[in-house]
């Protein structure tokens, strides 16, 4: 019926001279009269079937009302035509409220004609016209809701062109195929050893030094990656394989995997044969210890070769590391080494302030526990790294034959001079497989080892998950012991004491509680306690793990200061005494144990607050299973007597620490 009217004014809209505006305006005001009339037929209707309704309940209905009844029917059909246009009113009114506020509104309203306007656009069926597109446009700017209304609203109009909202398509992240693919390490150890003659290029003097320290096999990290970085520098130090610029190397291998090896062991192989000495490799450490560790272990492989190795960690004052860089004779510098050890904040210091570190011939750029070091990014070490590195692109050694510019795009030109090429090798436990972080590297064709490779993660085709997944070493066993705040000193001098596990590492997650739980457990006796934080000078911190290593300190409390990298020997037992938040720390303070492929244990103490969380978020890394360690209270009774009286000491020690 409404179709019909409004198809009948289309024609004497046709028909007469009006601009199409006008036209639809007066197609409008038509409309509304109809529908006024309408509505007040509708009205006089619901009035008279409503005495109707109060004659029939008197008992006074007569024989004709069955058909005034079949009348009010049809007539419903045409007030619902009206209903129709009373919906657009408030519409319009809204619009006419907001006038004044939104000048721009109004303007597109007169355009397009009022919102009942485009609405009937939109219902003179499909649209000839611009008056049709425009009112469907109009709709379409209106926010959801209203068009749910619009469409859910009684209406004798068919509503032609969708107004529904459509689902937005969600976006998969998908994972770059380096990462996506990477070349797969085996986890597990013991089972996969690989004699170190095996591994060709390896000099008989490196081999030699292997065996003398013990090493007969290699782990399958350095199975797989010890070959890769020899290859990559197989042709001397200026140009990689086929002459092009080698790919960078990203390392992702549990925790005691074996990591350090894989990159000292080719890293001085290929500079054993370089003539003049200069910084050639670059390893990039968090902290002095770790640098010192790994400083250590470049000078052991180095020693009776002419490699020379040198620590920037602030170990030693400013003036000495300056002297162990480099020497001026006759007016001219001369490098004292070829691999520098550093920490970031001891490297950028040198940078800027040391014209002696020189860093123009760096071939290997190592940056040990990776996500640690992109997450430190901020200190901007490694754009200033790669500035001094590419200084020789710019002023007057431009010209020279061996000039080095920063890598761009790959052109024939940018070929032909020789370089000698940066290549990044970097190495975690944890290695972030988020593009968006590894970008912050400017990495080059990267080439992925990881022992983590599991289908449904990290195939370019499938979703990435939501929350990285690691590997964990193969001889760890994880358990988690509920606990009390208050019971929590019990349990650890329950481990100790009772069950008898030593030496135990015992992580905190502040220096404060590291320094109360070992002031408590010193007051107690009985146990050989030591705590390690940066509460401790660094030499303190040096000769507190010595001691822990010899056996000396049976209980070591820590903050996370030790959970990285840290390579203790015999630690059979990690302590999580406060639950770590996040699972890199948990995964590193836990990997303190079960390294190179031997056993180890990991207990968590949780709070029942913690307990769902942290095991959701164990299991979602990839741990192959963590169990649940009850302690008794009857266990812990005869310790208790003893335990209340230390509390009362303690608080002495508190209160005197605190008024020095
Ligand atoms: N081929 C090998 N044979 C025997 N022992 C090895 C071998 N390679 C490494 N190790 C020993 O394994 C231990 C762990 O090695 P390393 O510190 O390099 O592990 P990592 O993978 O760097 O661990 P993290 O991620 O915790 O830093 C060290 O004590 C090291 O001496």
Redesign the pocket.
Same mark, same amino acid.
Not at 214 to 219: A, D, Q, R
Not at 253 to 262: C, E, V
Not at 564 to 567: E, N, V
């Given at each position: 019926m409404s179709l019909f009217l409004v198809n009948r004014y289309l024609g004497e809209e046709e028909d007469g001279r009006t601009s199409k505006e006008s036209r639809s305006q007066v197609l409008l005001a038509k409309l509304q009269q109809k529908a006024k009339e309408r509505q007040k037929q509708s009205l006089i209707e619901q009035t008279e079937a409503q005495d109707v309704k109060k004659k029939r309940k008197t008992g006074q209905d007569s024989v004709q009302e069955p058909q005034r009844h079949k009348k009010r029917k049809s007539d419903v059909v045409a007030l619902h035509s009206s209903d129709s246009d009373n919906h657009d009113e408030p519409v319009e009114e809204k619009k006419k409220k907001t006038k004044g506020a939104n000048e721009k509104q109004k303007k597109k309203k007169d355009k397009s004609g009022s919102s009942a306007e485009g609405v009937s656009g939109a219902l003179v069926s499909g649209g000839d016209g611009p008056e049709d597109t425009g009112g469907q446009e109009e709709a379409e700017k209106d926010s959801p809701e209203q068009n749910s209304q619009k469409t859910s609203a009684p209406t004798g109009f068919t509503v032609l062109g969708g107004f529904e909202s459509k689902p937005v398509q969600k976006v998969h992240r998908v994972l770059p195929q380096w990462l996506a693919e990477p070349d797969v390490i085996h986890r597990d150890i013991k089972n996969n050893?690989v004699p170190i003659s095996n591994i060709s290029g390896i000099s008989a003097q490196l081999l030699k030094k292997l065996q003398n320290n013990?090493?007969?096999?290699?782990?399958p $990290?350095?199975a797989e990656v010890i070959p890769a970085i020899l290859e990559s520098a197989q042709q001397g130090l200026l140009i990689g394989r086929g002459g092009y610029k080698p790919r960078d190397i990203c390392v992702s !291998?549990?925790?005691? %995997?074996?990591?350090?090896? %894989?990159f000292v062991i080719p890293v001085i192989q290929v500079l054993m044969e370089r003539v003049v000495c200069e910084v050639r490799a670059l390893a990039v450490l968090p902290t002095k210890e770790l640098a010192q560790?790994v400083y250590k $272990?470049f000078t052991s492989y180095a020693e009776g070769t002419t490699v020379k190795v040198v620590m920037l960690a602030g170990q030693k004052s400013f003036a000495a590391e300056q002297a162990s860089l480099s020497e001026h004779r006759g007016g001219v510098r001369r490098s004292l080494a070829d691999i520098v050890v550093a920490t970031p904040g001891r490297l950028v210091d040198h940078i800027n302030k040391n014209s002696g570190l020189c860093l123009e011939q760096l071939r290997f750029l190592i940056i040990?526990?990776a996500d640690r070091m992109i997450d430190s990014m901020h200190q901007s070490w490694l754009s200033q790294v790669v500035k001094v590195v590419y200084r020789s692109g710019s002023g007057s050694e431009t010209t020279s034959i061996f000039r080095r510019t920063e890598p761009a795009h790959i052109t024939a030109a940018s070929l032909s001079p020789p370089q000698v090429p940066l290549q990044k090798l970097l190495? %975690? !436990?944890t290695l972030t497989q988020n593009p968006e972080k590894l970008q912050q590297l400017g990495l080059h064709q990267p080439r992925l080892f990881s022992s983590v490779h599991s289908q449904s993660s990290t195939t370019a085709a499938a979703p990435t998950t939501k929350q990285d997944r690691f590997d964990f070493p193969q001889g760890l066993t994880e358990y988690y012991v509920p606990c009390t705040l208050s019971n929590k000193p019990l349990l650890i001098l329950h481990f100790i004491l009772r069950m008898k596990l030593s030496p135990v590492l015992c992580f905190t997650n502040s220096r404060e509680n590291a320094h109360r739980l070992y002031l408590l457990l010193e007051l107690f006796g009985g146990i050989q306690v030591a705590e390690f934080s940066s509460r401790l000078s660094p030499g303190e911190r040096k000769k507190t793990l010595k001691g822990f290593e010899q056996g000396k300190i049976q209980l070591l409390i820590s903050t996370d200061a030790a959970a990285?990298?840290?390579?203790i020997?015999g630690v059979k037992c990690v302590v999580n005494y406060d639950a770590p938040q996040y699972i890199r720390t948990y995964i590193?303070r836990v990997?303190?144990t079960a390294? !190179?492929g031997k056993a180890g244990l990991a207990f968590t103490f949780l709070l029942s607050v913690q307990e769902k969380n942290f095991l959701q978020m164990v299991v979602e890394a990839g741990s192959p299973g963590i169990q649940k360690q009850m302690v008794k209270p009857e266990n812990l009774k005869s310790l208790e007597v003893r335990y209340e009286q230390t509390l009362r000491e303690l608080a002495d020690v508190i209160k005197e620490e605190k008024n020095k």
């Open positions: 050893l013990g090493i007969l096999h290699f782990f $990290v350095q !291998a549990p925790t005691g %995997s074996g990591k350090t090896l %894989s560790q $272990v040990d526990e190495f %975690s !436990a990285r990298g840290i390579d020997n590193h990997g303190r390294r !190179a």
